[in-house]
């Protein structure tokens, strides 16, 4: 808990620190893993991939492999000393399979050699014999042979059935939400290195560290505390470096091991995307329902959920998508089922948002098509139905949220968005023009903070004060481009009233700071930052004890200030009090730890408090779309975006803007598709297409959102990774808006995303031949 | 690679991998080499995964770490990128370093957003949203400028060309052959015609990335001047078959400024960098975009060999799926488009999921010649609609002798309907493609007839090239 400390008068919050490691990132000197200088006696690893998607391995043979100069080692399951059996909640994977082969990129063996080249040459010699079967690739498929990763579940609130049938307005519809690719800049990576008396350390691209270094522990057959797992620095992640990262962790500890000599493997491009997850596609079924006066009465939702071939955080990310289906709007009667599909593709993974926006984009698009049912604007049915306060501010799962500020939000971002004057002139458009027509869309979105599993909302730092005053901040979250390490040393460098150049961020160590969870569901900040602040905050009184001593005072008065401390009518610099302070025996060392109050929810019925707090926003985004191909344009956004009370402005805007780019990506371009045998087509960025520059509109107009946590958050900030990229879905609805219009707006575009232009062609098409044109 | 060399070899890590293909960019570096005439330099971003080791010669290689001197702190473009927080998780960011530094050295001022949306055409951030990274590429002319004297470099560079023409004799069948002439290109090829001709590798060197295949014996263009002039006369131009795209289309692009746009979305610019008219149309491609353009404006290939020269109608020259009409020994070595005819009608369209840096899965160009208003001649040319890139005859034959209006059109769609049967593939099933195909020759249509709203980019910026 921040407890006020009245007697700084120096702040470092809210400042506009640039990122840590900004001059390493332009000069080229921030190290990742591939750069680490490699050990003498380095030796490289690739892995050799299923091509089938689904099957049994029949025969190997690796003669050829093996004969290639330079080849080293080929390692099977066989070598594996340890544990295979693995598995984020369930334990239903094979770090390398015996037999069985889930899905085309599986990775079966892995080669050691003396170079990289060499590695990835010699693992495409392998002859394996499978003995395949047909892949089950469609989750409805799936579903309906009873190949699913966890059971489906239904959350239930109210009474929707007889809801419905009492309701004026009743729609419903399907809706077809494909997977998105990670695509971090850099690819997964890990650099395992042997020990003296059975001891590993893997530099690992991780944004889980400690699952690293208990799952090395875990092949190897060893106590993790053998085993120390480090990461400075991820070339981006955004949940793909969360569980999957340890195929890679593993399997070059496991050459390490068996060679007994430093190991590396790190991921070609398309070996990445055969081989990770990524975010799980839906299939969402929805029927909305209202009164005559547009008051919403009922929703009730189907998901079918692609999790891929096992389960990894499928169960989570479903629970959390039904968590979020009714998005920003309050629902008096609710059921959503979801079924969880084991399908032969790579595992669906956490990915930003976690489920969360595939969930709002049900509900939204659900929106839309009530609104063009009663001939209204969407913005006016949104507008109200936006959850309130009291009872109009209740969740379904039976959560009352105490700081709504969607109404005041939507208000503002409708004015300064200018969105009625647009909405005219767009009509008006539309009406003269017969090839471009415009689309717009003003939504809100409200994303709960905290993990679902209530006891990942914990935390660890080390805090090290040395005797020249300078500061070493460890933590135990990881640093993958969101800045996390800077507001750490914001805070440090707050509490201590020292500097910025004093603070000096560390790389992320399980030796430091053990039993750290992942850097995840936007919670770094929130949950490392106190446990930061909670060490510096020990060192500080310790500190502040040693000045009363000198100077006389009282402890609760000293004030720590300007890279000074002054203490009853004296002073004196920072590091000369550090140094008075080792030579009085006094430690400049503390941990620092955080749980996270008042969360807690019944997993079986759906009610409770998943989430610690919730972050609000809203976007409207305009689009053009060219109705002879069907490609768009995005021709302006305006975001309003809750932060809490901003620990650094300029990090969080980069993650609220980078965030809607990336959800732009997935609403848009992002298409992933599988061959009819299971093999990933579109493997590369030649075939995956992300935003580039030019996708982003110029006119781009993004703001805060001036508000503060009420929960006791560190400086009433609140959490900015994932929230953001739920405000990109306005995107695809503001597509959907000008299909919409483009026939006539009487019937819902049978849109589904990625709104690519052949999507869009196709929706075109289906509304023509649907209006019998 | 460049890339491996420079990450292995000389332990410069700066500059990353993220792809291995030329398509993410984190792998950016600046080469400063002479003009084909030798009286200047020219900075240019390329992709330094995809390019071979022997395209450096007697080139300078800037990456990452020579703008950071160490004595005069950060480059402009570097602060930039710090004061606007343009970089989080840092790993694409040299790369957007050099290819904005390759922007500062050929711009002395800011020159619009469109410009910097080209000259980072090529790089992929996952992070920013790239809204900082645009303010940063403002901000760097906001500093005192600390550029590189072209006049030094161009000395450097034919220095370096003098002492190397002295050190190394240039052995005629070296494994990877570096030539001077057209003449040495041709002997070699005549002795071993499996040879594999190497021009700008920025399709090649996937090859090598990917499908990690290697060649016995490779043969560089990169020094072979007489295949990077280009000349215009009354004949037209001539290009030479090497002539990089990002030199050859904005001189096309003054005669033919209808097809801009269109260039505009011929790969990125680091690809353009690299990528060589000659090897476009050599490459076979049935999606290269070059040849839609090409075939409408009835361009020539004059192809030689050791024993003479002939020309050949580029229509000519495609057979099947990537099966020229080259014969054994054959170099392609310059591309001739006659001179612009009067009362043109050209159209060029290009569709693909993404604006920048995609993959075709429609490219259409449509040249008219008309004469009191009735389509004297019609060139309809497709890429991604067939084994190979090809004119729409029948639709052309249809849409000759008549005014260009809708009833011509719709009989020449249902034309190219029925001339071509598409694959379905991840870029694009076959009926969007075709559906597409028709719809683009409308679009044509209604721009001819002067509906001034047909594409998106309309109602937004213009680009630059």
């Known amino acids: ?773 | 690679m460049l890339l491996g060399h420079l990450r292995d070899e000389r332990r410069l890590r700066g500059t990353k991998e993220g792809c291995a293909e030329g398509d993410c960019g984190a792998c950016m570096v600046v080469i400063a080499e002479l003009t084909s005439d030798e009286t200047s330099v020219v900075y240019r971003a390329v992709n330094s995964c995809i390019l071979p080791l022997p395209a450096i010669t007697n080139r300078l290689v800037l990456t990452v770490e020579d703008l950071d001197d160490g004595e005069n702190g950060l480059h402009p473009v570097q602060k930039a990128l710090v004061e606007c927080h343009g970089s989080q998780c840092g790993f694409c960011t040299p790369g957007f370093v050099m290819s904005l530094y390759a922007l500062y050295l050929n711009h002395d001022v800011y020159p619009g957003r469109p410009s910097v949306n080209e000259a980072l055409s090529g790089n992929l951030c996952r992070c920013t949203g790239y809204l900082p990274i645009f303010e940063a590429a403002e901000r760097m002319y906001a500093y005192p400028r600390c550029a590189r004297d072209p006049e030094v470099d161009a000395a450097r560079l034919r220095d370096m060309q003098q002492k190397t023409a002295v050190q190394k004799p240039q052995a005629a069948y070296d494994a990877a052959a570096q030539p001077k002439t057209i003449a040495e290109v041709c002997k070699i090829l005549s002795k071993d015609n499996d040879a594999r001709i190497v021009a700008g590798a920025t399709d090649l060197g996937l090859e090598a990335t990917k499908d990690l295949k290697s060649w016995s014996r490779t043969i560089h263009l990169d020094d072979v001047r007489e295949l990077q002039q280009i000349t215009q006369t009354a004949q037209g131009l001539s290009i030479g078959a090497s002539c990089v795209l990002s030199e050859v289309f904005p001189l096309m692009a003054k005669t033919y400024p209808e097809l801009s746009d269109y260039f505009y979305r011929f790969a990125s610019l680091s690809i353009r960098n690299r990528a060589t008219l000659g090897g476009n149309i050599a490459n076979g491609s049935p999606i290269g975009d070059s040849m839609p353009v090409l075939l409408a404006l009835d361009a020539d290939l004059e192809i030689a060999r050791t024993a003479g020269r002939r020309v050949m109608a580029l229509s000519d020259f495609y057979l099947g799926y990537r099966k020229l009409a080259l014969k054994p020994a054959e170099l392609l070595t310059r591309i001739l488009v006659p001179p612009r005819p009067e009362d043109l009608f050209l159209r060029a369209y290009k569709i693909s999921k993404r604006r920048e840096d995609d993959i075709s899965a429609v490219a259409m160009v449509i040249a008219l010649t008309l004469k009191d208003g009735i389509v004297e001649s019609a060139r309809v040319a497709f890429g991604g609609l067939a084994e190979m890139p090809r004119r729409a005859k029948g639709a052309e034959t249809i849409l000759e002798g008549h005014a260009f209006g809708r009833e011509t059109v719709n009989e020449a769609v249902a034309s190219i309907e029925r001339e071509f049967s598409p694959i379905s593939d991840h870029r694009a099933s076959a009926s969007y493609r075709l559906r597409v195909a028709g719809n683009l020759l409308r679009r044509a249509l209604a721009e001819f007839e002067g509906n001034p709203i047909t594409q998106t980019t309309q109602l937004n910026c213009e680009v630059a090239l």
Not at chain 1, 168 to 184: A, D, N, P, R
Not at chain 1, 738 to 754: D, F, I, K, Y
């Open chain 1, 1 to 773: 808990m921040t407890q006020e400390i009245k007697t700084t008068r120096h702040s470092e919050i809210g400042k506009e620190w640039a990122h840590e490691s900004a001059h390493l990132h332009v000069t080229g000197h921030a190290e990742y893993v591939d750069d680490i200088p490699e050990l003498e006696g380095s030796l490289h690893a690739a892995l050799g991939l299923s091509t089938v998607a689904r099957g049994h391995i029949k025969s190997t043979d690796f003669t050829d492999v093996l004969a290639l100069d330079g080849v080293e080692a080929v390692l099977t399951a066989k070598d594996i000393p340890g544990e295979n059996r693995f598995g984020i909640i369930i334990d239903d994977e094979r770090l390398l399979p015996d037999s069985r082969v889930a899905y085309w990129g599986q990775p079966l063996f892995v080669v050691v050699a003396q170079t990289y080249d060499i590695a990835r040459r010699a693992a495409r010699l392998a002859r394996i014999e499978y003995e395949a079967e047909t892949p089950l690739l469609a989750a409805e498929e799936a579903i309906s042979r009873s190949e699913t990763v966890v059971p489906a579940r239904t959350a239930r609130d109210g009474e929707p059935e007889p809801a419905i049938r009492a309701s004026h307005h009743v729609i419903s519809g399907h809706l077809k939400i494909g997977g998105q690719e990670h695509f971090y800049l850099e690819g997964q990576a890990a650099y395992a290195i042997p020990g003296e008396d059975r001891r590993m350390t893997i530099f690992t691209s991780s944004q889980h560290p400690s699952e690293m270094q208990a799952f090395v522990a875990r092949i190897l057959g060893w106590p993790s505390g053998r085993v120390t797992a480090l990461c400075r620095r991820m070339g981006g992640a955004f949940g793909g470096k969360e569980s999957q990262s340890y195929y890679f962790a593993c399997l070059a500890a496991l050459g390490a091991f068996k060679l007994n000599r430093p190991v590396k493997l790190r991921l070609d491009r398309d070996d990445d995307f055969m081989i990770t997850g990524k975010r799980h596609a839906f299939d969402i079924d929805y029927m909305l329902a209202a009164n005559k006066a547009g008051q919403l009465t009922a929703a009730v939702f189907e998901h079918r959920v692609s999790a891929g071939h096992s389960a990894d955080y499928s169960g989570a990310v479903s629970d959390r998508a039904m968590f979020d289906a009714t998005n920003a709007y309050f629902v008096p009667n609710f059921t959503c089922t979801s079924h969880r599909a084991r399908t032969n593709i790579q595992s669906a993974t956490a990915f930003r948002g976690f489920g969360g926006p595939q969930g709002m984009l049900g509900m939204e698009v659900a929106m839309e098509t009530l609104a063009l049912r009663r001939g209204e604007d969407s913005l006016d049915l949104r507008k109200r139905n936006l959850l309130t306060h009291g009872t109009n501010a209740r969740l379904h799962y039976d959560h009352v949220i105490e700081d709504n500020v969607l109404p005041d939000l939507i208000e503002t971002l409708e004015s300064t968005s200018d969105y009625r004057r647009r909405r005219t002139e767009i009509n008006a458009h539309n009406a003269t023009n017969s090839i471009i027509k415009k689309g717009i869309c003003l939504l809100p979105a409200v994303f709960g903070v905290g993990f679902g599993a209530t006891f990942l909302n914990q935390a660890g730092a080390l805090v090290n004060i040395y005797a020249d005053g300078s500061i070493l901040v460890n933590h135990g979250g990881t640093e993958m481009g969101q800045g996390l390490n800077t507001k750490m040393l914001q805070i440090a460098s707050n509490v201590l009233g020292v500097s910025p150049e004093k603070v000096i961020a560390s790389t992320t160590d399980t030796s430091k700071v053990p039993n750290t969870v992942s850097t995840a569901a936007s919670s770094g900040t929130d949950l490392n930052g106190m446990a930061v602040y909670n060490a510096a905050v020990c060192l500080r009184e310790r500190l502040a004890t040693l000045a009363t001593q000198l100077f006389g005072g009282k402890p609760e008065d000293v004030i720590f200030a300007d890279d000074k401390v002054h203490s009853g009518s004296e002073s004196i610099d920072f590091p000369a009090l550090c140094e008075a302070a080792f030579f009085h025996q006094i430690s400049l060392s503390a941990t620092g730890y955080y749980r996270v109050p008042k969360v807690g929810y019944d997993f079986e019925t759906f009610k409770g408090r998943p989430f610690h707090y919730y972050v609000y926003g809203a976007a409207c985004s305009e689009v053009a779309l060219d109705t002879l191909t069907g490609e768009t344009r995005v021709l302006r956004v305006d975001m309003l975006q809750d932060v809490g009370k901003s620990i650094n402005p300029a990090l969080d805007r980069g993650q609220a803007i980078g965030a809607f780019v990336q959800g732009m990506g997935w609403m848009t371009t992002e298409e992933l598709v599988w061959r009819d045998d299971g093999f990933l087509a579109t493997h590369a960025p030649q075939t995956y297409k992300i935003p580039t520059g030019g996708d982003v509109p110029e006119d781009f107009r993004f703001a805060f959102f001036d508000n503060e946590n009420r929960e006791e958050t560190i400086y009433k900030s609140k959490a900015v990774g994932e929230p953001p990229l739920k405000l990109s879905l306005s995107v695809f609805l503001a597509i959907w808006d000008a299909v919409a219009s483009s026939t006539g707006r009487n019937l819902p575009p049978q849109l589904s995303v990625p709104a690519t232009p052949e999507a869009i062609l196709n929706a075109l098409e289906i509304a023509e031949r649907n209006r019998g044109v």
